[in-house]
């Protein structure tokens, strides 16, 4: 009798197992919570995206097919955070900008999706990317010496792009996708962030991913509202330090000559060469208080030498090719909006104007750069420097000279991050 009921109740549980399930994948569909198919997009509903930038390689992946964008912004969370897609400054030839920069990646990342975003422009009535600004970070090309040089994985992403390194089409792409988009439907984790998401709208401080790749930050006007900008310096500053403290100091390997980023960035210079795409390169506009760090921790002598290593590079680069030199602009120094002073601790009021923290700068700072780029001349600034084999050596002279009258204005701040570097190494 019970094996009779069991097999009476039994297409039933799988009935409404099943539609249970397709309710919950279509309510994830709808919603959307990482931005991955835009079926609906509703102001007040899911327009916002809390749980989108924590999926990022993901998420930028498939959204960038979809774009299908003339313009790109590279390189990880100062780029995401500093670059705005939507920024006026953009030509018209840019248009749609899409900013693929990825939080915590490097070189090999950055080149393995533009390899994916000009595979996806390839086809008849793509759109083919014709402007991309890259923002290179002194830390991705720091290497061991002494240690055998391994090339950096690009991690698990890396199967859901259309080509492999080598350019070969990705078999294992389908699959991926599958599960990718599985994982957004059917499981109760995606379920949950579909609930947050619409209970996340009306909240002005809710963290976002916008359509374009771009992460306005609205999390940290709450962040830095709450505990002042002096706090969330401090803390920054204190694992930058560590960061730095653990890190190598070269930027060359054992022969001497190159390095696993450089390649990289060799590879990306040709891509886009070959491509007939306009590249950019940015050094970013590091606060003060990183490059003390970097100074501090020892790395000083290495970030000249990878200045004057990527103006050789691109130099090198377009003499090979015969062509014009790629635009390489150095935003890094000590000057008025670098240098831009930290509120006392017992200030939460003053809000800083161009940086979140020492590691990342606001939209209106990256805005001041995209308009340098596209329109030097015209630009609201003389901020930054355009490198070439010409000026590296005064510009990093100048640099110098800027940095000793810095320590002498802010003779307090130097003291505090020393005593902090201080005290991380004796506890090593």
């Known amino acids: 009798m019970r094996y009779l009921n069991m097999r009476r109740y039994l297409p039933l549980w799988l009935f409404v197992t099943s539609a249970l399930l397709l309710a919950v994948a279509g309510f994830n569909l709808i919603v959307d919570p990482y931005g991955l198919f835009r079926v609906v997009d509703e102001p007040g509903f899911n327009a916002i995206k809390p749980k989108a930038g924590v999926h990022g390689a993901t998420v930028k992946a498939y959204q960038v097919l979809r774009v299908s964008p003339h313009g790109l912004v590279l390189g990880n969370s100062r780029a995401e955070v500093g670059f705005d897609p939507q920024h006026a400054a953009w030509p018209t030839k840019s248009h749609p900008v899409f900013n693929l920069a990825l939080p915590g990646t490097g070189t090999a990342t950055t080149l393995r999706y533009l390899q994916h975003a000009l595979e996806s422009g390839a086809g008849a009535g793509a759109g083919k990317p014709e402007v991309v600004v890259w923002g290179i970070d002194f830390m991705d090309f720091l290497v061991d010496a002494g240690e055998p040089i391994r090339a950096k994985a690009v991690g698990a992403e890396g199967g859901r792009l259309l080509v492999n390194p080598d350019g070969s089409r990705n078999p294992g792409r389908v699959l991926q996708q599958v599960r990718d988009y599985g994982e957004a439907t059917f499981t109760l984790g995606a379920f949950l962030d579909s609930v947050q998401t619409i209970g996340s709208q009306r909240n002005p401080y809710?963290?976002?991913?916008?359509?374009?790749?771009?992460?306005?930050?609205?999390?940290?006007?709450?962040?830095?509202?709450?505990?002042?900008?002096?706090?969330?310096?401090?803390?920054?500053?204190?694992?930058?330090?560590?960061?730095?403290?653990?890190?190598?100091?070269?930027?060359?390997?054992?022969?001497?000559?190159?390095?696993?980023?450089?390649?990289?960035?060799?590879?990306?210079?040709?891509?886009c060469r070959q491509h007939g795409i306009a590249l950019k390169l940015v050094i970013y506009p590091y606060h003060a208080h990183l490059l003390e760090i970097i100074r501090i921790t020892g790395h000083w002598p290495a970030f000249e030498a990878w200045k004057r290593a990527v103006v050789h590079i691109v130099a090198?680069?377009?003499?090979?090719?015969?062509?014009?030199?790629?635009?390489?602009?150095?935003?890094?120094?000590?000057?008025?909006?670098?240098?831009?002073?930290?509120?006392?601790?017992?200030?939460?009021?003053?809000?800083?104007?161009?940086?979140?923290?020492?590691?990342?700068?606001?939209?209106?700072?990256?805005?001041?750069?995209?308009?340098?780029?596209?329109?030097?001349?015209?630009a609201k600034t003389g901020f930054g420097v355009l490198l070439d084999t010409s000026n590296v050596e005064q510009q990093i002279a100048a640099i110098q000279a800027q940095e000793v009258n810095y320590r002498r204005v802010f003779s307090q701040d130097i003291e505090e991050l020393e005593h902090f570097a201080a005290g991380l190494q004796s506890r090593k």
Not at 246 to 269: E, H, Y
Not at 320 to 342: H, K, M, Q, R, Y
């Open 206 to 271: 809710s963290a976002d991913l916008t359509p374009l790749g771009f992460n306005p930050m609205r999390d940290y006007l709450k962040i830095t509202a709450d505990e002042g900008y002096w706090a969330v310096f401090r803390q920054r500053d204190v694992e930058n330090i560590k960061a730095y403290l653990r890190r190598p100091k070269d930027i060359f390997d054992a022969a001497g000559r190159s390095s696993p980023a450089l390649d990289d960035l060799r590879q990306v210079l040709r891509l």
């Open 316 to 378: 090198e680069e377009a003499r090979t090719a015969g062509g014009a030199s790629i635009p390489l602009w150095d935003f890094s120094g000590f000057n008025e909006l670098t240098s831009e002073a930290v509120p006392p601790k017992s200030d939460r009021q003053t809000k800083m104007r161009w940086y979140w923290e020492a590691g990342h700068f606001k939209r209106e700072l990256g805005d001041l750069i995209l308009e340098r780029l596209f329109d030097p001349t015209e």
